[in-house]
């Protein structure tokens, strides 16, 4: 039924087991007991998941069908609980939603999907410098080749299986050749000058040349990574793309789930004052308004090609989505989300996720495993002494308490700290506080050890011997406050810190300090996101390799510059994941980047609207989840109630 | 009196000039370039380079200025760098409203419950009531309203479910819905502005009270209600006026705050905008815009001011 | 920022005459009028507890407590903690602290500095008076906060380069004021008559047209203190301000109304109420203090 309900042919898995995790998953995970993916659908209340997970789901994964029956060996929650973190997550993980009242009525169309957006892009142009924060707008009007799945409730993976979005089916042809067949009968927005036309294998030929960057290097800014090793886009028919590559590209299949290869229109492109202001995809929704910083919404595109994976029934099921841009003014968020204006909202800490599914009328909650891509770090100047000696960096990861922060900031919901995406290791993302060592001695907080090493390193008396001057951000957010607290640590352990914080006002001269390296007299700036990442190689030569444009973290480090490059070229996951391991092990004991704590996702949402949460998890609607808004559907009868 | 008006004339435009320069100066100043707003990566310096290009920033900051100069003096403010499809004609345009509404419900708040309160605050003088008017309309000058603001809001969902709508509509498309966004924020300036209203009104009704025609009108034993709303009032609504329209510039500042928390886009939200992405274009626009408004509404009064009272012509 | 307040709160100088102080008269004008006792206390409190901080704080304000984090007032932290765990009563009273600095020193400097400019543009005149005219009224043509916002962004955080920026706002405001007062004052007789008696300009300066001056420069300067401490809470607002852990001046009552604060106000109130309540209460009694002064010094109100 997989092959048929994903709306995707298989294609022979080329070469052996580790080609791919996309259109054959279920077979595989049903061969392989524990693959990538089953263990990371396991997560981390591994426990209890096993006991139902480890099943033979292939007749009910799906939320169309709504058996009401809660999974094997998972009881309902009983009153009052205690607030262990097995309990939240028991209390609201995604397979509660199986038994949610509306559930059974299935997917029904109709509504507007309502949530809270952010007015951080100026326009349409997906090629150009903001092509990459464009990727989570981008995918509500545009389509890629490939995509991740959604409505995989029962497995609700931090990272996703691919599954073809415009792309019927692909091959790995061999290590240097890739083949897509395209959908047949895909057309554009109905809107000058596209007005509606077929699209064909030309127009992904197009768009992926101009994501090279060969042309114009001001154009696939976000892109040229991916396609930097692509040699030749071929279309040997109307349906068909070949694209071959100078090298082996393990990564490539993967990163096009990555939402920012979007596939846009040539004559629109051509008109910039157009292409800049409205988009014209394929995508399940059309352009109603774009009006920053105050809303922006779409209205459901009456041609678009996709059929839901699930359920079978035609995308999108809402009508429109809208979208407020309250992100960042989180007091008002709250506020709408409990007048019932939004339908779903990001809440921030354990706390406050009680206090608003407890004051709204059938709200539920959810907590989730952050990919490794969002998560609350420090980048440091690594050229300038004293940082630059690796006993100083990693004593300033050993003096912070990593159990400390989870505990207290992120009310026991996180985890230790560090952007690899490490579930390809073959084991559960992320690592518990228990497993800690496993991240390298630097990871254990040890405040005598550290004070030790900076002695020595330094010969100061006291600290490091003279203050540390970091960037931190005061815009409101767990990550703020994961952030605070490691500085507070490195001050019980001596080392005098020194604040520079900016506020909503000065976001450009944080971005200037990371992105062009004009530090000034800084030691170090907190950032907070590293991702997202569709493949390790996001994690590895993404912020590693010294050419790498993700690689704000300015490491420079030429064996490092070899193992991510020649992890990319690995086809066999077992070769691979040997390199990537290097690769981790390089960057932990040298403390590049100083890890905090991942504090899980925790959201609210109301109770008549589905598939909106259950599987998204970082793939939220202001993260790289626009793309889910074609699956969201809304329970009129309840809303009315 | 030509001579006068043309004087003034001439000293405002150098005034509005003088801004352009301070605010071109501090904005270029300040650490941070605008290309990297849009960025969430590294990209090469030529590619950098190319950018700014793109948007005419790496010229010397002289030749810069000039060149906006001699639009601005045609009449072209430019386009926005960071929203780099819209003109800062067009962000004014769509922005001034917002601000203006806001403004004008706010004054009206302020002067249907200042003035009444300012006159029975005058008229009971030294009294509890006085006391406690006073205290209570001059905590609205104390209080913070960005927190006042929050509080507002993290309370009105808690307790009563309830919070204004989070997308603004134009008056002329939906008075309703354009006035349920707008009278939180309002009541809040407006109570912040309701203080400076209160006291002037009272101070302007005690100075009245001590005028003869009062103690003539007292005299006549006319009752002190009526000798409060017909006598005193309209003597004392004068001064007022004149300080409420002094008082514009200082809301402006206020809306700032206000319009970021309740979600307005209006002038102040999109000065923060302006200065967040280093817009220097917006921000020179936003600034220049409204120091003519002020500058404008300044010499208006000057030159009333001239026409009655022959002795300020010449000095 | 009601930086206009003390422009239209003047007091017509003709009027003003200051005599030596006569403790029984100036008891008896306190006692009469009970705001002018409430502002008193709370500005000489605040300044008590401005000045004894370190003795009245339980905690280091900026040393984080993980494991206490957001707990309720208690006998250990009277005013609860906040998100690091850090001792919200000692915030708040090194917050005292740190505003009535900003506020006395951007004020002090402002009128020191605009009253300097004022009688410079007054008393000579010409081209120093245009040049200066024209500075100022720009600055006041652009929204406080705006300017602010700018020179801000310029001179990044910190409690000197707030005070630096207050002061600029502050100053032109003042300078027009006492241009006004001056030029008025010039014409004055006992002036006319010094300068017959062969009086220097610095002198008649110093000993005439100063002194009378002073009463309106003391009662502006002293609304403006709390309009100063006001904006410094905007500034903080935005992130501009002062940090919210510096490790001198440790916190403002500005920083402590963050956003980053504000958001827990509902899981604990105490975060933000507690500094929120001192920052009006310090502003209402600064702006009490001004009417009293006025009160005081304005022998036309002092019948009334």
């Known amino acids: 039924m997989n092959n048929l309900a994903c709306g995707v042919t298989a294609a022979p898995p080329v070469p052996g087991e580790a080609t791919m995790r996309e259109e054959n998953y279920w077979k595989r995970a049903l061969r392989t007991p524990v693959t990538r993916r089953r263990t990371l659908a396991l997560g981390l209340a591994g426990g209890i998941l096993i006991a139902c997970g480890d099943d033979d789901d292939d007749g009910k994964q799906g939320n169309g069908g709504g058996d009401g029956k809660l999974p094997p060996g998972f009881e309902p929650v009983p009153p009052g609980i205690s607030k262990t973190l097995v309990d939240y997550r028991k209390k609201y993980s995604s397979y509660r939603f199986a038994d949610l009242a509306g559930q059974a009525d299935g997917p029904q169309s109709g509504g507007t999907f309502r949530y809270s957006t952010y007015p951080g892009v100026t326009g349409w142009d997906v090629t150009g410098p903001e092509g990459d924060t464009l990727a989570s707008f981008a995918s509500a009007h545009f389509n890629g080749l490939l995509t991740f799945r959604m409505n995989d409730k029962e497995n609700p993976d931090n990272l996703y299986p691919a599954v073809g979005d415009l792309a019927q089916s692909w091959e790995q042809k061999d290590d240097l050749t890739v083949s897509f067949k395209l959908h047949q009968g895909v057309k554009f927005h109905d809107t000058a000058p596209v007005s509606g036309r077929e699209l064909t294998s030309e127009d992904v030929a197009y768009c992926f040349k101009v994501y090279q960057g060969t042309q114009d290097p001001t154009k696939g800014i976000a892109q040229q990574p991916i396609f930097s090793e692509v040699d030749k886009i071929e279309t040997p028919d109307k349906h068909t793309v070949v694209v071959k590559f100078k090298a082996p590209a393990a990564y490539f299949l993967n990163s096009l789930m990555y939402p920012v290869a979007v596939i846009f229109a040539k004559e629109a492109f051509e008109k910039p004052d157009i292409f800049k202001k409205t988009p014209i995809g394929t995508g399940a929704f059309v352009l109603d308004k774009w009006d920053p910083p105050n809303v922006h919404s779409g209205k459901k595109n009456p041609t678009y090609f996709r059929k839901d994976p699930v359920s079978g029934k035609q995308l999108p099921f809402v009508d429109a989505f809208e979208a407020p841009m309250l992100l960042g003014n989180h007091p008002q968020e709250v506020a709408q989300f409990r007048s019932g204006n939004l339908d779903t909202l990001w809440v921030q800490g354990k706390t406050e996720l009680d206090n608003v599914v407890g004051s709204v009328n059938g709200a539920l909650g959810q907590v989730e495993i952050p990919p490794p891509g969002f998560q609350p770090y420090m980048v440091l100047k690594l050229d300038k002494p004293p940082l630059n000696d690796r006993r100083v960096r990693r004593a300033l990861q050993m003096a912070i308490d990593i159990n400390g922060i989870i505990d207290s900031v992120a009310e026991g919901l996180g985890a230790p700290g560090y952007a690899q995406d490490y579930s390809y290791f073959g084991r559960n993302w992320p690592w518990s506080i228990e497993e800690l060592d496993k991240l390298g001695a630097a990871h254990k907080y040890n405040v005598d050890e550290a004070k030790k090493l900076l002695k020595e390193a330094t010969g100061a008396e006291k600290g490091m011997g003279r203050p540390l001057k970091v960037m931190v951000s005061t815009i409101p957010s767990t990550g703020t406050d994961v952030a605070k607290l490691m500085i507070g640590y490195w001050r019980n352990a001596g080392i005098d810190v020194v604040l520079d914080e900016y506020g909503v006002q000065d976001l450009t001269r944080w971005s200037t300090a990371l992105f062009a390296k004009q530090w000034g007299d800084l030691d170090g700036v907190f950032a907070g996101f590293a991702g997202p990442g569709m493949d390790p190689d996001q994690y590895a030569y993404g912020p590693l390799n010294s050419k790498s444009p993700r690689n704000f973290f300015w490491v420079n480090d030429p064996k490092l510059d070899k193992l991510t490059v020649d992890q990319r070229r690995l086809f066999k996951e077992e070769e691979r994941r040997k390199a990537l391991e290097e690769v981790m092990k390089i960057d932990l004991g040298e403390a590049y980047r100083i890890w905090g704590v991942n504090p899980y996702k925790l959201s609210a949402r109301q109770p008549w609207a589905f598939n909106v949460l259950d599987t998204i998890h970082a793939w939220s609607n202001v993260g790289w989840g626009q793309k889910s808004n074609e699956v969201v559907w809304i329970n009129q009868k309840l809303k009315k109630a | ?315 | 920022m009601s930086v206009n307040e003390s422009a239209a709160g003047s007091v017509d100088l003709n009027a003003v005459t200051v005599r030596p102080g006569r403790p029984v008269r100036a008891a008896r004008f306190f006692l009469r009028r009970p705001l002018a006792v409430f502002s008193v206390s709370i500005v000489t409190i605040l300044c008590l507890v401005a000045a004894l901080a370190p003795f009245i704080a339980t905690h280091d304000p900026i040393t984080i407590y993980p494991a206490e984090r957001l707990s309720g007032p208690s006998l250990d932290h009277f005013f609860g903690t906040d998100s690091l765990g850090r001792d919200t009563f000692s915030q708040s009273v090194y917050g005292a602290r740190v505003s009535l600095l900003v506020g006395l020193l951007a004020t002090a400097l402002g009128t020191l500095a605009g009253t300097v400019l004022g009688m410079i543009s007054a008393y000579i005149g010409g081209w120093a008076d245009t040049l200066l005219q024209q500075l100022s009224d720009a600055v006041m043509a652009m929204p406080a906060i705006i300017f602010l916002m700018l020179v801000g962004s310029v001179l990044g955080q910190g409690m000197f380069n707030v005070i630096w920026a207050l002061a600029l706002v502050v100053t032109p405001y003042v300078s027009r004021i006492v241009r006004g007062s001056v030029l008025s004052l010039r014409e004055a007789p006992y002036v006319e008559s010094a300068r017959v008696a062969g009086a220097g300009p610095l002198r008649i300066m110093a000993i005439h047209i100063l002194p009378n001056t002073m009463p309106l420069i003391i009662v502006t300067a002293s609304v403006l203190v709390g309009s100063a401490m006001l904006a410094e809470g905007a500034l903080s607002f935005l992130g501009l301000g002062i940090p919210s852990d510096d490790p001198t001046w440790k916190v403002s009552w500005g920083s402590m109304l963050s956003p980053d604060r504000l958001r827990h106000i509902e899981q604990a109130p105490w975060l933000t109420i507690y500094p929120g309540a001192a920052l009006t209460l310090a502003v209402l009694g600064f702006n009490l203090l001004g009417d009293t002064l006025r009160d005081a010094l304005d022998p036309r109100l002092r019948g009334t």
């Not at chain 2, 600034?287 to 022959?310: G, I």
């Open chain 2, 1 to 315: 009196m030509t001579g006068y008006i043309v004087r003034r004339g001439i000293a405002s435009f150098v005034v509005v000039w003088v801004v352009s320069i301070i605010v071109f100066l501090l904005i270029h100043a300040a650490p941070g370039d605008p290309v990297l707003a849009k960025l969430s990566q590294r990209i090469p310096e030529a590619q950098l380079q190319a950018l700014r290009e793109q948007i005419g920033i790496d010229d010397p900051l002289p030749v810069q200025y000039l060149r906006w100069l001699g639009n601005t003096l045609q009449g072209d403010l430019g386009q926005s760098l960071y929203r780099d499809q819209q003109t800062v004609a067009s962000r004014l345009a769509d922005t001034f409203p917002v601000t203006a509404e806001l403004l004008a419900l706010s004054i009206l708040f302020s002067t249907l419950v200042g003035i009444p309160l300012g006159v029975i605050s005058a008229a009971r003088q030294d009294t509890v009531l006085d006391y406690v008017i006073r205290v209570v309309s001059i905590t609205g000058l104390a209080v913070p309203a960005f927190w006042l603001g929050t509080v507002l809001i993290v309370y009105g969902g808690l307790w009563f479910g309830y919070a204004t709508p989070d997308i603004y509509v134009p008056l002329w498309e939906d008075p309703v819905e354009n006035l349920k966004s707008f009278w939180m924020p309002a009541l809040i300036l407006g109570y912040n502005l309701c203080s400076i209203t209160m006291r002037f009104t009272r101070s302007a009704v005690l100075e009245v009270l001590r005028h003869d025609y009062i103690r003539t009108a007292r005299a006549k034993g006319l009752r002190e209600t009526t000798v409060v709303l017909r006598h005193v009032l309209l003597n004392a609504a004068i001064p007022v006026i004149a300080v409420l329209g002094n008082q514009v510039v200082f809301l402006l500042g206020g809306t700032v705050v206000v319009e970021f928390l309740f979600h307005l886009p209006g002038l102040g939200s999109t000065s923060m905008e302006a200065l967040s992405t280093r817009d220097y274009n917006l921000m020179l626009g936003i600034v220049m815009f409204v120091a003519t408004l002020t500058v404008t509404a300044n010499l208006a009064a000057d030159v009333a001011a001239a026409a009655s009272d022959p002795r300020v012509r010449l000095r």
